[in-house]
């Protein structure tokens, strides 16, 4: 095959891949805070969903695509309050909380756009335009495919980072950590426990939206039913194999991405075969990850469990 | 200077009175240990010293100043730590960072290297030898005890509380542990030791109360007495209790059990060759202070743990190798297990799935391998109105009877099973008189009845009571076995504490 023939071929492949990859790695960084918290986020789908139709919805009003970044935010963290409301405050089985707010989310989003987004057909919105960050964007290869990218990819940099150097490095991280492994040991050090719970989901939530920000924003500029498709899902098997760490994430991400940038290469180059076939490789390779690389995976040991003082 | 000043301290759960008018002064820069039986109070008190718990009744004086302790943050303000009896620790975190979880005072960073260096200060001056890099599933128990000292004393804590210090700890590790406390002391600190071992009491600290159902019985000096009165204390001696008994007729030995050994749960030799024979028609008692093998002993005979060694035998038949399934079917053995919650009942489920928990599979509840429900409610309503369970229907989750009446179901569910054999595990414990009387006549309607009953139990007025033959249990052995009219309350003592210092030596 000669389809990184040359270095232009190999970057626009890399580069494909790694916008293909951005949703999934802000959704699966919202879902390592929350997890890390002990909280399942299976609502990852909808924080998505609903941060690409805040996005849609706040750029088409506003004529501005970061009023659509606030506002993406905005509904992520709509469906973050009702998750934490439900799971940690309510005690409601997380899974079960986080698919109910899938289906809440497909459905709303879904009304309301037609509702407010399509009067004469689908709206286009304001997007962001690619900025080159001056000298980075020079070096080869790795110049246009990591500073030749917009706003959002830049975001997401600075998120992975964030989030990496917040779990490990701050006291606040400490906590979220061991919230999620024994929630008993931060109560009798005198921290709250469910607080910490709830300003995790929240902040996970919120930046899973941003994915869906993306979607919007910097990759189709307009919002369509159920644009999400299962990326949410991707996302949380991303969570796993990157052994709830961002970096891990990140990494499981981009893996996910590539596959995916190769299988549209392929489809491309092989016209005779059925499209069908090759799109299924994302799929099948976060399976094979899955189920190959996750042997003795240990999520944090609360994850799941409501934590109540209890009697004696 | 008293440290710690408890005045008619009140706390009740669900109008059971866990304490009920505790008084306590403990000087500062000593070791006073709480000694007393499991249920007697203890961890409750601790948990409102802890801030866990908000006293109904009752005045708390820390440092000669009236406190209310809101929260385990407001304890650690005043300089109360706690040590809990299961480690309040995050395995998957450093020693490090366990101890800086939840730290006041620290800002945007960690600054992890920094509080290494003086937890590795801290960790020499007591001797720990703890590498504040490691990560708590790396270390033993002992090791991670000393975590747990060393985050009180990071928070400058100057009364510390030690809940049960040594139930997960090996000999080896409690030796180091007890030197641990000593070193504390000697450090300025004053030590609130909460155990129910005997031993331990008089190998570390300086005074001793006992506590019994709700109260604070008495305080001494640990020079002042010896094992044998503070063992005597914790199992009390009230003779609030009268049920009639025929004499005794015992017959032919039907449970037998010859130099059994066994291992508990952590590994460690539990029962050192027990030997003991319930015969037709008797009531035979176990007591001992609570940890001395017993339970172990219960789990044994009852097929739950396998034996080391020795033998279990039915009329003289060996069933050391039967599981409990075969020894309820074949040998018609029946057990009344000590924890009603978990292991007696299905919380959740309703009475009458309760009640056939035991024999579902027979033909008495069953058809061809289905459950006949309309026979098992009929039959579930027939035990409750014959052995007083009260309820509102056999319909009713057994989460909502009493303690009692979930006794009385568990009795029925086994004894309508016409055993030959039925073992019972403290079956009294948390119960209010009345249903302590109602156990101990239907124990005794089985021994009219010629069934062999084991009785196990660490409360010496009911165990002198109801039992015809009482052996008493310690360190893994039987230190003596007494006919009732030669058991008191100081002849049991003796064996109790005397020889409970002998088995500790060795």
């Known amino acids: 095959m000669n389809m990184f023939s040359d270095l232009q071929a190999l970057t626009d492949f890399l580069s494909t891949g790694l916008r293909l990859s951005i949703p999934l790695v802000f959704a699966a960084l919202g879902g390592t805070l929350s997890e890390r918290a002990g909280v399942f986020n299976v609502a990852l789908e909808g924080c998505l969903l609903a941060g690409a139709f805040g996005a849609a919805l706040g750029s088409f009003v506003f004529i501005s695509p970061y009023a659509g970044l606030l506002t993406g935010i905005g509904m992520a963290l709509l469906v973050g309050g009702l998750l934490a409301i439900l799971a940690v405050r309510l005690g409601v089985n997380q899974l079960v909380a986080g698919l109910a707010l899938n289906i809440l989310v497909l459905g709303l989003t879904s009304y309301l756009s037609r509702l407010l987004l399509t009067g004469d057909g689908r709206r286009i919105v304001e997007g962001f335009a690619p900025y080159p960050v001056p000298f980075l964007a020079d070096i080869p290869l790795l110049g246009p495919l990591l500073f030749k990218q917009d706003v959002m990819t830049y975001l997401m940099y600075a998120t992975v980072a964030l989030s990496w150097w917040m779990l490990w490095k701050t006291p606040w991280g400490l906590v979220l950590r061991a919230v999620g492994e024994n929630p008993r040991a931060v109560d009798t050090a005198g921290m709250a426990v469910d607080r910490a719970r709830i300003i995790a989901v929240l902040a996970g939530c919120a930046v899973a939206g941003l994915g869906g920000c993306y979607l919007v924003l910097s990759q189709v500029f307009l919002f369509t039913e159920h644009m999400s498709a299962g990326k949410g899902f991707l996302a949380l098997a991303a969570v796993i194999l990157g052994r709830w760490n961002p970096l891990g994430a990140l990494a499981a991400c981009l893996l996910f991405g590539l596959c995916d940038a190769l299988q549209l290469r392929l489809q491309f180059g092989q016209p005779d075969v059925p499209y069908q076939l090759f799109s299924i490789v994302p799929f099948v390779a976060s399976f094979l990850a899955l189920v190959l690389f996750s042997g003795k995976v240990k999520p944090p040991a609360s994850i799941g469990i409501r934590y109540e003082r209890g009697g004696k | ?506």
């Open chain 2, 1 to 506: 200077m008293p440290a710690l000043k408890l005045r008619q301290i009140v706390k009740s759960f669900d109008g059971f009175r866990a304490l009920d008018g505790v008084d306590l002064a403990v000087q500062a820069g000593t070791v006073h240990a709480i000694i007393g039986e499991n249920g007697a109070g203890k961890t409750t008190l601790m948990n409102i010293l802890y801030g866990l718990y908000q006293p109904d009744e009752g005045m708390i004086e820390f440092q000669e100043k009236p406190v209310t302790i809101p929260s385990p943050r407001g304890a650690s303000d005043l300089g109360i730590g706690m040590i809990h009896q299961h480690f309040m620790l995050v395995d998957t975190l450093t020693v490090v960072e366990n101890i800086v979880l939840g730290l006041r005072g620290q800002g945007m960073s960690l600054n992890l290297r920094e509080h290494e260096k003086r937890i590795a200060e801290m960790s020499a001056r007591f001797g720990f030898n703890i590498d504040p890099r490691a990560e708590i599933w790396r270390l033993p128990m002992g090791m991670r005890q000393r975590v747990e000292i060393l985050k009180v004393l990071y928070r400058e804590a100057d009364l510390i509380i030690l809940d049960e210090p040594t139930s997960i700890l090996t000999p080896l590790e409690i030796e180091g542990f007890l030197e641990n406390v000593k070193s504390l002391r000697d450090a300025g600190k004053t030590i609130l030791f909460i155990t129910h071992k005997l031993d331990e009491v008089f190998a570390a600290s300086d005074r001793i109360s006992v506590m019994r159902r709700g109260k604070v019985l008495n305080t001494t000096d640990a020079k002042d007495t010896d094992a044998r009165r503070i063992a005597c204390a914790m199992v009390g001696h009230d003779r609030i209790l009268t049920v009639e008994r025929m004499p005794h007729r015992a017959g032919k030995p039907v449970l037998v059990g010859r130099g059994l050994h066994a291992r508990d749960n952590r590994g460690l030799e539990a029962l050192r060759g027990v030997s003991v024979s319930v015969r037709e028609g008797e009531i035979h008692g176990i007591i001992g202070v609570d940890g001395n093998g017993q339970a172990e002993l219960a789990e044994v005979l009852t097929g739950m743990r396998s034996a080391t060694g020795g033998l279990v035998e039915i009329d003289g038949r060996d069933i050391t190798a039967d599981d409990p399934e075969t020894r309820r079917r074949s040998s018609r053995l029946a057990f009344v297990p000590e924890d009603r919650h978990t292991t007696g009942l299905v919380l959740e489920y309703p009475l009458w799935k309760n009640a056939i928990l035991r024999d579902f599979g027979t033909a008495r509840f069953s058809r061809a391998g289905v459950v006949d429900r309309r026979r098992a409610v009929e039959a579930t309503s027939e035990w409750i109105s014959a052995y007083d369970v009260r309820t509102q229907s056999p319909y009713q989750k057994a989460r909502f009877l009493s303690g009692g009446n979930q006794q009385k179901l568990i009795f029925a569910r086994e004894i309508e099973s016409e055993p030959r054999v039925l073992i019972v595990m403290q079956p009294c414990k948390g119960l209010d008189v009345g249903a302590i009387e109602a156990v101990h006549r239907t124990i005794l309607e089985q021994r009219e009845r010629g069934g062999a009953i084991l009785y196990i139990s660490t409360e010496l007025d009911h165990v002198l009571a109801v039992c015809d033959r009482i052996s008493v249990m310690c360190g893994g052995v039987v230190t003596g076995t007494l006919e009732a009219h030669e058991a008191t309350a100081e002849t049991i003592g003796v064996l109790m504490g005397g020889t409970m210092s002998k088995a500790s030596a060795c």
